[in-house]
């Protein structure tokens, strides 16, 4: 997947831009403050559907204006794509190839980034929300159904949660829609662990053997997939049974807090550096190279199943990694389109195919 053109009008700091990106390392940089995230937070929209700074399309609105547009051309197996996205006020419009889209989700999904700014580093040392968060991410892009099961399962357990609360306070007696959302949650989960656990194992293989690439053989690296369900249990009616007994055997303990307790929403990834817990031990270096290694990984995994890289967006993170992990990141990834942002130019000489200054919202391209 390459990315081919990216125009902006009136997004954050941008009042126009548009910007053509070639095929291999594109690395924008400038001075803080430019304009330099704000391109990768317009890219990536179109992967995830939102931004990955804030949650509102309002924050996005140049100061003083009333809207915004941005708009991708990118190559993939399919040829030529094109994405638009439009806030005016209220109103919201979609484009794909030209033609008007109703929903976010048909947006996302045709175009695939694998992202990585200073924050993932939580993805180790933060709680199981962010390596869920990591989870939910990189599998809805390569299952396509998965973002279905999640919201679903998310709306079920919403309104179990609910009930659950009003049987703690006594307020609430009637069993038959507990039951009845209890086995919509086991549906939804059944599918979720499968898609995770598949994930997972995949995952696992590239990044260990990253890991081991740029730590000289010296660290190994291992991704356990945390959930209710015990390993080797294959089946998706058997996984749903599973999880249906535990929904239901805990129901005491469930209504004494008030909430469900188990399911996919608490799963977590064990990371482990030679055998020990990254979360408490890992160092700092330690942490940035899991991350890199799961980035990466990430990137190989949508390889494999959907037969394409993502394009590999690198926000501001060149200057965390040591030499031999920068060069690894840019050498030789001849069939990678990656977009790397910085401030310091020096960082990336000899592996830049196209640097772009950035001042002030507006870009100026060179070519090597
Ligand atoms: P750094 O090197 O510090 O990461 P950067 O070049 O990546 O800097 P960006 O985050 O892309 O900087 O852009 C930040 C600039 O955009 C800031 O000057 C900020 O005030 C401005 N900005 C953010 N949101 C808006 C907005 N809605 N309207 C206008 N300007 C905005
Ligand atoms: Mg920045």
Redesign the pocket.
């Known amino acids: 997947m390459i990315i081919k053109r990216f125009r902006a009008e009136n997004?954050?700091?941008i009042e126009k831009c548009d910007i053509e990106f070639s095929p291999g390392v594109n690395l924008?940089y400038?001075?803080?403050?430019?304009?330099?995230?704000?391109?990768?937070?317009g890219i990536y929209y179109f992967s995830r559907g939102r931004s990955f700074?804030g949650r509102e399309d309002k924050?996005?609105?140049?100061?003083?204006?009333e809207g915004f547009r941005i708009s991708l051309d990118f190559e993939d197996e399919c040829g030529r794509e094109s994405l638009e996205y439009a806030v005016f006020g209220k109103e919201r419009l979609r484009k794909k190839n030209g033609y008007k889209i109703n929903k976010v989700t048909e947006m996302i999904g045709s175009f695939k980034a694998v992202l990585f700014y200073p924050d993932n580093l939580g993805l180790v040392k933060d709680g199981p929300e962010e390596r869920r968060s990591f989870l939910n991410i990189a599998a809805s892009s390569c299952y396509p159904l998965y973002i279905k099961y999640y919201s679903d399962y998310k709306k079920a357990l919403e309104n179990r949660n609910c009930i659950l609360k009003m049987m703690q306070k006594g307020l609430y007696i009637d069993r038959t829609e507990l039951d009845s959302w209890s086995a919509s949650m086991a549906e939804y989960a059944s599918y979720i662990y499968l898609m995770r656990e598949d994930y997972v194992k995949k995952l696992t293989v590239y990044a260990a053997e990253v890991m081991k690439e740029i730590s000289d053989g010296s660290e190994e690296l291992s991704i356990i997939y945390e959930s209710n369900i015990a390993s080797g249990i294959t089946d998706r009616q058997n996984v749903k049974s599973e999880y249906e007994r535990i929904f239901s055997s805990s129901l005491d303990r469930e209504i004494a807090a008030g909430i469900t307790l188990f399911g996919p929403h608490r799963d977590d990834l064990d990371i482990r550096i030679n055998g020990i817990g990254a979360r408490a031990f890992a160092s700092q270096g330690q942490q940035r190279s899991i991350v890199l290694a799961l980035k990466l990984a990430e990137g190989e995994v949508i390889k494999e199943i959907c037969g394409e890289y993502p394009v590999f967006l690198f926000?501001?993170v060149l200057s965390e990694l040591d030499d031999r992990r920068r060069r690894y990141v840019l050498e030789g990834r001849g069939d990678r389109q990656i977009i790397i942002?910085?401030?310091n130019k020096a960082e990336c000489i000899g592996f830049t195919d196209k640097e772009i200054e950035?001042i002030g919202?507006k870009y100026v391209s060179s070519h090597r």
Not at 31 to 40: F, P
Not at 59 to 65: K, N, Q, S, V, Y
């Open positions: 997004f954050r700091n924008l400038g001075k803080n403050a430019q304009g330099k995230t704000n391109v990768v937070e700074r924050e996005l609105i140049r100061f003083g204006e926000d501001d942002t910085g401030c950035v919202g």
